[in-house]
């Protein structure tokens, strides 16, 4: 294993680039919200598929590396239940996975956003994706681009963390240097890969303020 490098205020001179991830580290989880939203709807095996780890198993893993569809992710839902439930409910189960994407932490991507060139990268689905777009980023009348100046989502590139592939793909499509860009993740897989390919990292802890690394106050 590669050692997570966490970035030094030194290192942050050197720094052009800005790859953040987005759960844990811009919007908050509730993996035991969803867990018992699921269990309600009666998909009683959810705790197998939605890890406390940070690739999903399953179902969650397809749909986020979008090898399927949404409907073939809910069709797939409903096999594991003898219920009979809507689509609805299936998107509002997998919804309540998100928490609060706190408004001081889209101020700082503004900010951040007039000096860095400043990246998303995230694990995620088109599920997630349009609501955290209709019901997070659209604060004060925003929309993704006016935080990131490029988005790369898993189920749209069909490749996920921690795997090098993903990483290697940013890098050739924003034509960046990894020892310019600093990467903001909560995984130490994630980390680890990135380090491993030059990158400088940073983990966060859950919810924490990470604006310390510019400083500047939330």
Known sequence: MHKVFFVSLQSMEKIKNLLVDMGGVL?????????????????SSIRELITTTYLQEGLFLKIEEGSITPEEFRDGIRKLTSQTITDQQIE???????????????????????KYNVMLLS??????????????????????????????LSYQLGLVK?????????????????????????????????????????????????????????
């Open 27 to 43: 919007i908050n989880l509730n993996r035991p919200r969803c867990i018992a939203s699921f269990e309600e709807i009666g998909v």
């Open 92 to 114: 509002d189960a997998w919804i309540a996975m998100l928490a609060d994407m706190p408004a001081a932490k889209l101020e700082l991507l503004l900010t951040l956003r007039e």
């Open 162 to 218: 921690p795997f090098p592939e993903i990483f290697k793909y940013v890098i050739q499509d924003a034509g960046i240097r990894p020892e310019e860009t600093l990467l903001i993740d909560d995984a130490r897989p994630n980390c680890e890969t990135a380090a491993s390919l030059g990158f400088k990292t940073y983990m966060p802890e859950a919810g924490e303020d990470w604006s310390h690394l510019f400083n500047i106050s939330l």
């Open 123 to 152: 694990n995620t689905n088109s599920i997630h994706w349009d609501f955290i777009c209709r019901e997070r980023f659209s604060y004060k009348g925003h929309v993704p681009d006016d935080y990131f100046h490029q988005c790369y």
